[in-house]
């Protein structure tokens, strides 16, 4: 028997028309490039995006077409993320630090046909001007005239009336959105965002159960907008009306800082490089900068060490919640929030469950799968992470690399290699080409990492497996000392050796001036193996 309950199609707009009627007078801030804030409301963002909206559609965009955004996080990039898709168009976020080639390619690849880039990025767009073929291109927050060919955003957003637009019907399964993975190794390849999947990704950050965003929250994703939809905060922030504050490409720790502070941030997101340099920040700093309101810093897309978490919380009072997630998941997947069980519990081991990557959010199924099956959450038993559930890819768009990734019963293989404990928690140990073979063993570079991280002479580590006659491969950790401070591999190897095996600690260590890191701000693991194996080695 059916039920009888209406087919009401989750879509970006609904959350937009929602905006409109009930948040009018939240606020949108964005720190410019000329480093001045700009400030208006959601009933301004909400007109502008519908201006946005009915110019793209008098340019002739049609349902499925693409239309790429090469640009900062900024209220223009918010009318962008919301306009594309009111027209049925699929808004594709270019990550600008993509090497050349890249953008190159995917931007061929989506067969993208208008792109909007950001005055401050025109310099980057020279570089791959002649290799695209967008047939516009629109000049986003223009101070002098645009160069010739290209069309201005304030322009051509304000030929048109807002009252004049109509929402059009939308099946939620159509695509409102896509990335493409910042692979390592490979082609970058295409994620399609349904709108289902967005609308049903931003309900998941409004449960308390995963980082519980209210309306009463201001929002700063200092995580870029060209990157997994900003972890879908964009979005969810217009569903609930929380106030968002939008840092440009000031991404250094004192512009942050006097965002969060300034703008009296409560909650905030962003990749572990960015929280190091806070911290660092923050210890230095001789007056402390007002964060009192500041609830919750969620990092995520690279390994926390919990060292960095302990001491936000010990030393500055500020609570870092840990959370994983991939391109392919939207990106949000687990959440590392202390489980009940654990209320009471020595301060140690809580900061240990914190320090995991935590629990699968609701309607997101996680299995893990070693080399005879699928692994018991025991803790320990290492697997593949799979995940199944509505914000998670089906396939990769128009690619040949589909077959090792998704399995034959409906699963995302991840790449990942994870332990799961009785409580469902997941730990990463590593990626799967991460990861250093010894022996017929595996040994965890991200546990390494974190606990060299932990040694109060150390800035950044990162371990990479190196070739080895005897073991095949062997840990070498590459080290970035903090500012005036010293060490010796001898005194590293003696300060790991009480928490890991013998055979894990790595007898090498190379003292670099900073660890190579990918567009997404992630240790380039790729770089340093090529720089420390000698060829064909590895
Ligand atoms: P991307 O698709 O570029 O966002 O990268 C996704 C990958 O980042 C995942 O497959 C993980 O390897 C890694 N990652 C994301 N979040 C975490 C985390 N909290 N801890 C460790 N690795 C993470």
Aim: charged letters at 25%; one cysteine or more.
């Amino acid at each position: 028997m059916e039920g009888l309950m209406m087919d009401y199609q989750l879509t970006v707009p609904s959350l937009m028309r929602r905006a409109e009627q009930i948040y009018g007078a939240r606020e949108v801030v964005s720190r410019l490039p000329d480093r001045s804030l700009h400030r208006y409301r959601f009933r301004d963002f909400v007109r502008r995006t519908k201006q946005l909206a009915l110019a793209l559609r008098r340019m002739g965009i049609r349902p499925g077409d693409r239309v790429a955004t090469l640009s900062w996080n900024h209220y223009a990039h918010l009318e962008a993320y919301f306009g594309v898709p009111s027209v049925e168009a699929v808004l594709h976020t270019i990550n600008l630090r993509l090497p050349v080639d890249d953008i190159v390619y995917i931007a061929d690849h989506a067969e993208d046909r208008i792109l909007l880039v950001d005055e401050a990025l025109l310099q980057l767009f020279e570089q791959v001007r002649e290799r695209t073929h967008f047939e516009k291109v629109i000049v986003l927050q223009a101070t002098r005239p645009v160069p010739e060919g290209m069309l201005d955003y304030e322009e051509l957003i304000a030929a048109e009336d807002p009252q004049t637009f109509v929402y059009p019907d939308i099946a939620e399964r159509s695509a409102a959105a896509m990335s493409y993975t910042s692979g390592t190794t490979g082609r970058p390849k295409g994620v399609l965002y349904s709108h289902r999947a967005l609308v049903l990704h931003s309900l998941g950050l409004g449960l308390a159960e995963s980082v519980g965003l209210t309306g009463r929250d201001t929002v700063m994703p200092v995580v870029p907008m060209f990157h997994v939809n900003a972890w879908g905060l964009p979005f969810a922030c217009v569903m609930l009306g929380a106030k968002l504050v939008l840092p440009g490409p000031h991404l250094d720790p004192a512009s942050l800082i006097d965002l969060l502070a300034g703008e009296k941030v409560t909650f905030t997101a962003g990749v572990p490089t960015i929280w190091l340099g806070i911290l660092q920040a923050l210890d230095k700093a001789t007056e402390r900068p007002d964060l009192s309101v500041l609830r919750t810093m969620l990092v995520g897309g690279a390994a926390a060490p919990p060292s960095m978490i302990a001491a936000f919380e010990k030393r500055h009072g500020l609570r870092v919640v840990h959370a994983w997630g991939m391109t392919e998941t939207t990106p949000l997947g687990t959440v590392s929030n202390l489980p009940l069980e654990l209320d009471g519990a020595p301060d140690e081991e809580q900061m240990r469950s914190r320090a995991r990557q935590g629990v699968s959010m609701p309607l997101v199924e996680i299995r893990a799968r070693g080399e005879s099956g699928i692994v018991p959450w025991d803790g320990m038993t290492p697997g593949e992470l799979e995940l199944r559930g509505p914000w998670v890819a089906s396939s990769y768009y128009r690619s040949d690399e589909q077959g090792d990734r998704f399995t034959a019963d409906g699963w995302f293989r991840t790449g990942d290699i994870v332990t799961i404990d009785a409580t469902g928690s997941v730990q990463i140990q590593d990626r799967i080409k991460d990861v250093i073979k010894s022996g017929g063993e595996w040994i965890s570079s991200v546990l390494l990492e974190n606990a060299l991280m932990a040694h109060p002479s150390v800035a950044e580590a990162a371990v990479v497996a190196v070739a080895d006659p005897k073991w095949q491969e062997r840990p070498l950790a590459c080290v970035v000392l903090r500012e005036g401070e010293s060490a010796t591999g001898e005194e590293l190897r003696e300060f790991l050796a009480p928490q890991f095996p013998k055979w894990w600690l790595p007898e090498e260590y190379a003292f670099l001036p900073a660890i190579p890191k990918t567009s997404a701000g992630k240790f380039l693991k790729s770089a340093l193996r090529a720089q420390f194996n000698r060829p064909n080695e590895v």
